[in-house]
């Protein structure tokens, strides 16, 4: 007689029903967003995108393009967002030397977010401002200056 393999009795965290699922994402930086739950993070209500965890989840050989790989991060997850699905939390947390070359990025999220009708909007932006020389090699004249926006 061959034995039986026993059913397991343990769960996960996929068994999970979906909106608490949703409820437990709220929670985390959306740039953690595993590739199972995919189409679940592009649902949930509150949306965290921050530079630094960005940072800590990508190849190192391709931190030096990071930024614009952030920024095409960004687009991507609102892009494929359904209309339908409210925001109720927008926070971005973005570190730049060169505002010019996102502005449009970042006008086109905060239209997005803005006719989503979101609740929360938090924005906290590093611009780094170059020194005299205005030469983006030498660091040492740079000037940081720490922009923060709040609004609900």
């Known amino acids: 007689m061959i034995p039986l393999p026993m ?5 996960t965290i996929d068994d999970l029903p979906e909106s608490i699922l949703l409820h437990i994402l ?13 189409n679940l993070w592009l649902s949930v209500p509150k ?9 800590s989840c990508i190849p190192e050989n391709t931190k030096p393009d990071a930024r614009q790989l952030f920024t095409e991060f960004i687009s991507r997850t609102l892009l494929h967002r359904p209309c339908h699905f409210p925001i109720e939390k ?6 730049y030397k060169d505002y010019e070359s996102i502005r449009s990025y970042v006008n086109s999220w905060l239209r997005y977010v803005i006719n989503s009708n979101a609740t929360e909007v938090d924005l906290d932006f590093d ?7 205005d030469e983006e090699d030498d660091e ?3 000037i940081y200056e720490p922009y923060r926006f709040h609004f609900f």
């Open 90 to 95: 927008f926070k971005l947390v973005f570190h």
């Open 47 to 55: 949306l965290d995108f921050d530079f630094n965890q960005f940072l």
């Open 140 to 142: 040492s004249d740079d």
């Open 26 to 38: 709220s929670f985390l930086p959306t740039t953690a967003a595993a590739p199972n739950w995919s």
């Open 127 to 133: 611009i780094f401002s170059y020194g005299e020389d």
């Open 7 to 11: 059913e397991s009795s343990e769960s």
